[in-house]
């Protein structure tokens, strides 16, 4: 039989546990199959508008609008596009194994993530993450966002202060905020260039996190390490 460690470990999704550009990705061809159907332009020729839009910074659905000429299509009908499709992404192999390693060696595992019930629901659904998960917060059904501490709050109120608490993220700017504040242990995953919000890690001090990682591969170590805390 397993000895579980003494830890509850939470996890951040978009940007951590897969890559959210391939989000957006999968919205735009889903945006570009709705408007090819209603004018003469390709779905292909719509996407890399887009996607070419997105990457020069400007407004991808005001772009596309634009472009188009269409009086059919408004911003408004692509963002619940955008919003409410069911997205085309995967989680690897290696988050899967080292979810799967987690479960069986911690007492809990947690998600906090911040954006839209249905949006957020459908990542997860489509990743197959809701069996790893004990518990799942998300901004808008819970009525909070990071960094408030409410949302981290959930996870001692539930469980107790007799766990050893770990959550890993990557936004430098807003996700190690509350844990730092209630002295859990905070890991960044290190943006690989994809990220859709860059990092810095030209922080002051609540902001920094305690650990980071290139990898998720790096997990069993850090437990090791925090062992000794």
Known sequence: MTIKHNIVFVFDL???LY???DFLKSAYK?????ISESTSFAEQIIFDKMISSYYNGDNPFQTIIDFVKSEDINIS???????NHEPDIILKKSHQDILAFLKETVYKIGLITDGRSIQQRNKLKSLGLTKFFDEVIISEEFGSEKPN????????DKYG???KYIYIGDNTKKDFIAPNALNWISICLRDNGDNIHKQTFDLEEKLKPLFVINSLKQIPEIL???EKF
Do not use: C, M, P, Q
């Open 14 to 16: 978009d940007d951590t």
């Open 19 to 21: 890559k959210e550009i």
């Open 30 to 34: 889903e945006i570009s199959g709705y």
């Open 77 to 83: 009908a692509l963002l619940s596009i955008y919003r």
């Open 161 to 163: 202060k007799n766990y």
């Open 224 to 226: 090791k390490k925090i």
């Open 149 to 156: 501490v409410k949302n981290f709050n959930f996870y001692l």
